[in-house]
């Protein structure tokens, strides 16, 4: 398969991978060109800012917790009818599961997919050791080729010709674009990362400023030429789900409060025949009419605690759901909407749809980050029990006290840096809720399961 690509990656984090990422294809989409966007590792926020930019949904590859043959296969089907594809890199160029490895670095993602990268580099208060340090990169790792390198945040233009000639004399890749210190139009964060993108927060008229901005420095010929000199690709046959094909409609919150998703778990949903009705729990009186199941993502409820919590027929409305025996399945945010409050960070508390008799409290530190394996120790709506799924967590909250009265932890959390597993998923009837963020599109048999189901429970919901 022929498919143009190029990885854009750092040297570590906070090198400017997803402004010049946005950049570049904001100016390739201003040349006519249908560009296909993929973000490397467990990432919610830098997809949304690319499917703005791209105004295609993008697509996230992780190594550790999807696999080669569904990369390769995510890749093929995504990329089919792009001109172009433009894969941003997670955290450095090696950083990944294992220290020792490659295992869900974006190393490894550029290995699979035979991609040659573009390295950005903080160039800042640097000269010829920028030559030294992308010299390590290009010879660290087999199978990984630097067609060139991004210096960011460089000073004058004189800078910029010492840091060319610095790699052409130590015959490392070439300096492919440098940008001067604040050039670039700079993009909103929160102590989670950058927020949601959407029209407001990423407006046309700032992909047009960073389209500009890369245009006065780069070569965008050459970086086409770069991704169009990628060899093609053989991908495996990976067998698609097995279960029964039902007609089955699956309500799924999605607004400001509840927006962390996996786009390809909507698409082996959809070819499952799963119609999928999304919802704001924030503004939408009630769940979709006649739905046989309900997925409340993560997000920001702590955000939006005020709001959530003023919509009293919304949280009526899930509460009778979850008690009508449908399946409901929630995690992070969605854990801790299930709740009965939310303590937020100045000791308020908003009342939430009491679906699962806990609290959530959010706390002034990080929780948790990092990837989780999920052995099943009983019978879930993703998996019989023994089973194993794979993801990640990222939280700033808790649960105050677990639930009782008849839930159950049918999690076995194995995490990274952990050498013993945590009890956790939640779960009573056909509701579960967790803090992993699990990927299951990469495992058929769970989304087969998952569907199977919900089409077994009926519809539920508003008529």
């Known amino acids: 398969m022929e498919s143009p690509r190029i990885v854009i990656a750092g040297t570590q984090s906070g090198v400017g991978k997803t402004s010049l990422a946005l950049a570049l294809v904001a100016a390739l989409k201003r040349r006519g060109l249908t560009v296909q966007t993929f973000k490397a590792g467990p990432d919610f926020l830098d997809p949304s800012y690319h499917a703005v930019a791209s105004g295609r949904p993008c697509y996230n590859l992780d190594g550790w917790m999807m696999g080669k043959d569904h990369v390769l296969n995510l890749f093929a089907r995504a990329s089919r009818n792009a001109d172009i594809s433009i894969i941003e890199g997670v955290m450095g160029l ?57 210096a960011n945040r460089t000073g004058s233009e004189r800078h910029a010709e010492w840091l060319a000639q610095s790699l052409a004399a130590a015959s490392a890749p070439p300096l492919s674009v440098s940008i001067p210190k604040g050039f670039l139009p700079a993009l909103s964060s929160r102590h989670l990362g950058l927020v949601t993108a959407d029209a407001e927060t990423l407006p046309r008229i700032k992909l047009e400023a960073l389209a500009e901005a890369l245009e006065k420095r780069a070569d965008l010929e050459g970086i086409i030429r770069i991704a169009r000199g990628a060899p093609p690709l053989r991908f495996p046959d990976v067998p698609s789900g097995t279960g029964a094909y039902r007609k089955i409609r699956l309500a799924v919150a999605r607004d400001r409060a509840f927006h962390f998703y996996y786009q390809d778990l909507f698409d082996a949903l959809e070819e499952r025949g799963c119609e999928i009705r999304f919802f704001s729990p ?140 945590v009890r956790e998923g939640f779960q009573r009837g056909r509701v579960l809720a967790s803090y992993s963020h699990l990927h299951f599109a990469s495992r058929p048999a769970a989304v087969d399961r998952f569907v199977d189901v919900c089409g077994k429970a009926g519809a539920g919901g508003q008529p």
């Open 282 to 421: 924030l503004a939408d009186p009630a769940l979709p009419g006649r739905a046989n199941g309900l997925y409340i993502g993560g997000g920001y409820p702590e955000e939006c605690a005020e709001e959530l919590a003023g919509n009293v027929s919304m949280k009526k409305s899930i509460l009778t759901f979850a008690g009508s025996g449908k399946p409901v399945y929630a995690e992070c945010g969605g854990l801790m909407y299930l709740c009965r409050s939310i303590e937020t960070a100045d000791g308020r508390k908003h009342p939430m749809t009491g679906v699962i008799p806990a609290q959530a409290k959010m706390l002034s530190r990080r929780k948790m980050l990092g990837y989780v394996e999920v052995n099943l120790n009983d019978d879930s709506l993703w998996g019989a029990r023994g089973q194993a799924l794979r993801g990640h967590e990222f939280h700033y909250s808790e649960i105050s006290s677990g639930p009782e009265n008849g839930w159950r932890c049918v999690y076995d959390v194995k995490r990274r840096r952990s050498e013993e597993p």
């Open 94 to 150: 090696f950083d990944g599961a294992d220290p020792a490895g490659s295992e869900g670095s974006t190393a490894e993602i550029a290995r699979w997919l035979k991609a040659p990268v573009l390295l950005i580099a903080d160039a800042h208060g640097m000269a010829r050791s920028l030559a030294a340090l992308v010299r390590g990169y290009a010879g660290f790792e087999k199978g990984i080729r630097i067609a060139g390198v991004i």
